[in-house]
């Protein structure tokens, strides 16, 4: 394999901040719709999410962006893992699981207690992964914060 097409995980930098509203509206446009939520944390990430005390992370493929996730702040030791998406091009090749590895290794470095996600149950290749790196089912609330929710997970760290 070509070291060039190696995956190398960086944090935020606002040139990136398109690619992350881009990835994120072709995986939101493919399964669900995009909802007001989401378009505010993307068109507006560096405000809503790094400014709130968040991260944003990118997997870089070369020189292309081929997947993100962002750590949204709920308080000093949790964080909300949202915004995960992978490229159509880059799927079947583990960034997804790359990504996943890197914001479990950054929040226990950071020494955070727990990272929550909200999830749909039709992505059962996503569920599957969540599971495998330790994320357990907990009861959603009746009025999730995102329509297409049906299932929150909770990583205790």
């Known amino acids: 394999m070509n070291t060039t097409n190696t995956t190398t995980?960086?944090?935020?930098?606002?040139?990136?901040a398109k690619d992350f509203a881009r990835l994120n509206v072709e995986?939101?446009?493919?399964?669900?719709?995009?909802?007001?939520?989401?378009?505010?944390?993307?068109?507006?990430?560096?405000?809503?999410?790094?400014a709130k005390g968040g991260y944003i992370f990118?997997?870089?493929?070369?020189d292309t962006i081929a997947g993100t996730f962002s750590l949204i702040k709920l308080n000093e030791k949790k964080y909300e893992l949202g915004k995960m998406a992978v490229s159509p091009k880059f799927q079947g090749q583990k960034i997804g699981q790359q990504l996943l590895e890197h914001c479990i290794a950054f929040a226990k470095n950071e020494g955070w207690t727990e990272v929550i996600?909200?999830?749909?149950?039709?992505?059962?290749s996503a569920i599957y992964i969540y599971k495998k790196f330790g994320f357990v089912e907990?009861?959603?609330?009746?009025?999730?914060?995102?329509k297409?929710?049906?299932i929150?997970?909770?990583?205790?760290l």
Do not use: H
């Open 138 to 146: 907990i009861p959603i609330e009746a009025d999730p914060i995102y």
């Open 9 to 16: 995980i960086i944090p935020f930098d606002p040139q990136y």
């Open 58 to 62: 990118f997997a870089k493929v070369g």
């Open 148 to 150: 297409r929710s049906n």
């Open 152 to 156: 929150k997970m909770k990583l205790e």
């Open 27 to 50: 995986w939101l446009e493919k399964y669900f719709v995009v909802e007001p939520l989401d378009q505010q944390l993307l068109e507006q990430c560096e405000e809503t999410i790094i």
């Open 117 to 124: 996600l909200y999830s749909n149950t039709i992505l059962e």
